[in-house]
C-alpha cells in the first residue's frame, strides 16, 4: 500500500456525521490524509464528503443498506488497487456496524480496518468474520461527542494512524502449509509444526472454531499456501451439534478450484462435539453420554448415529476434492478426551468411522491408519512427514 496514501473515514454521515468528522480531525492532527466516504441510508449528510454513496430512490431500508454495501465494496476495492486508500475507520451503531464492516470486509489481509461501535460487547463472530478487523467499544451510545465519546474516537483515530505506519514485512520465500487444530490437540499441532519448520517450511496454525476453518479455506483459495494439514476438521462435529465450533459455514473442507493445493486430513477431535455446560449443568439429552469436563465446556461423545453421519459427511466432502488428498488415521484416539484411560474412549466407535469413510471412498484417496494416538510425539513425525511427501 502506498505510504501517502488516505485513510478513508466511512460511515452513516446522516446520523453520525459529528463523530466522523471527528474522527477525520484526528486523523488529520496526526499528520494523514482522509477521504471521507459517506453511507448514509437515511437522509442527506450533515457534512459535506469526498465520496457520496448514498442509495437513490431505494424504497425499503434493508434493500437501501444492501445496494449501498455492494456499491461501496467496488469503491473500496478500487480505491485500494490505485493506491488512494491505506486504512479504513468507522463509527456506528448495530447498523452502521453491519454497514461499514460488510464493505471493510473487501480489502486484504493486512489493511487497517477499524470499527468504533456500540454493540461491540455482542457476539462479533458475524461481524468480524474471517477479517482482521479491530472493534472498539464505544461505551457510550454515539449520539454526538463528548468526553467519553470523543476519547474513544481520538484513540480509534490513533490506531488506525499508528497500523497504517510501515512496519514488520512477512514476506518468506518458505512454502507455506496452513494448518488446523484445537485444544485437545495442541501438543501434536505443537509437535508437528516444530518438525515443518525444521524441514523449511512455514507453518501457519487456524484455530479450528468455525471462523478459523473458514478462514484457512479462505486464504487457501487465494493462493497463500503451499499445503494444508487438516489436522482439526473437529468444527464438523461441532456443527452437527450445534456446538461451540460450529460456524462453519458450507465451505469448510470444499473443493478449492482456484488452486492446486494437497490436502492431508487427519480425524483430530472427530471422536467429540464441544457443548458449553459444566458438571452442574448437563442437559438431559446428554446424561447418559460419555462426558469431559474441560472448563465452562464439555465435550461429548458422539452416539453411533452421529460417527456414521460425520464419516459419510467428511467421505463424500474428500470425494470432490480437485487436488490430492490423503487421510492419516492415529489408532491410539482423536483428541485429549479420547483413547485408553480417557473419558471418551470408545475405539469401536473410531473403527466404525474409519470403516464407514472407506466404504464409497475415491480410490485415488489414500487412507493410512498408524497405531498411535493424535498427541503422541511419533505420530507428529508420520504427519508432517506423510504432508512433505504431498509437496
Not at 156 to 166: E, F, L, Y
Not at 355 to 367: A, M, N, W, Y
Request: aromatic content about 6%; proline content about 5%.
Amino acid at each position: 500500500m502506498a505510504i501517502h496514501s488516505a485513510i478513508a473515514v466511512m460511515g452513516t454521515f446522516d446520523s453520525k456525521g459529528e463523530e466522523h468528522l471527528f474522527l477525520k480531525e484526528g486523523i488529520m492532527k496526526r499528520g494523514h490524509r482522509v477521504l471521507t466516504i459517506n453511507v448514509g441510508t437515511k437522509g442527506a449528510p450533515s457534512f459535506s464528503p469526498d465520496l457520496d454513496l448514498r442509495p437513490s430512490q431505494v424504497a425499503d431500508r434493508d434493500q437501501a443498506i444492501s445496494a449501498t454495501i455492494e456499491k461501496a465494496r467496488r469503491v473500496l476495492t478500487r480505491l485500494y488497487a490505485q493506491g488512494q486508500i491505506s486504512g479504513v475507520v468507522s463509527a456506528g451503531g448495530g447498523s452502521g456496524t453491519h454497514l461499514a464492516t460488510s464493505v471493510m470486509k473487501v480489502l486484504p489481509l493486512g489493511v487497517p480496518k477499524v470499527m468504533v461501535s456500540t454493540v461491540a460487547a455482542h457476539d462479533m463472530s458475524q461481524v468480524v468474520g474471517t477479517k482482521d478487523i479491530t472493534v472498539i467499544h464505544s461505551v457510550g451510545d454515539l449520539l454526538g461527542v463528548n468526553s467519553l465519546t470523543g476519547l474513544i474516537l481520538d484513540r480509534a483515530a490513533g490506531a488506525v494512524c499508528g497500523m497504517v505506519a510501515p512496519g514488520w514485512q512477512g514476506a518468506t520465500d518458505r512454502r507455506r502449509i496452513g494448518l488446523s487444530m484445537f485444544g485437545f490437540i495442541t501438543p501434536a499441532a505443537e509437535a508437528v509444526k516444530e518438525r515443518l519448520e525444521a524441514g523449511g517450511y512455514e507453518v501457519i496454525a487456524f484455530h479450528a472454531n468455525g471462523i478459523g476453518g473458514l478462514a484457512l479455506e479462505e486464504l487457501a483459495a487465494e493462493g497463500r499456501f503451499d499445503a494444508i494439514l487438516d489436522l482439526a476438521p473437529h468444527e464438523l462435529a461441532d456443527t452437527l451439534k450445534d456446538g461451540y465450533c460450529k460456524l462453519i459455514g458450507p465451505g469448510r473442507l470444499e473443493p478449492l478450484p482456484e488452486v492446486d493445493i494437497p490436502r492431508l486430513v487427519v480425524p483430530g477431535g472427530m471422536d467429540c462435539a464441544v457443548l458449553e455446560f459444566t458438571r452442574d449443568t448437563v442437559p438431559p439429552q446428554y446424561a447418559d453420554r460419555k462426558i469431559f469436563y474441560y472448563d465452562f465446556r464439555s465435550a461429548v461423545r458422539l452416539s453411533r448415529e452421529e460417527t456414521l453421519f460425520l464419516a459419510g459427511q467428511l467421505r463424500d466432502k474428500l470425494n470432490r476434492a480437485t487436488s490430492a488428498v490423503k487421510v492419516l488415521v492415529p489408532l491410539g484416539g482423536w483428541s485429549a478426551a479420547d483413547g485408553p484411560g480417557a473419558p471418551l474412549d470408545e475405539p469401536a466407535l473410531n473403527r466404525l468411522f474409519i470403516d464407514h469413510l472407506r466404504d464409497g471412498l475415491s480410490p485415488s484417496i489414500e487412507v493410512k491408519e498408524v497405531g498411535q494416538h493424535i498427541n503422541d510425539p511419533a505420530f507428529a513425525d508420520q504427519a508432517a512427514q506423510a504432508m512433505i511427501e504431498m509437496l
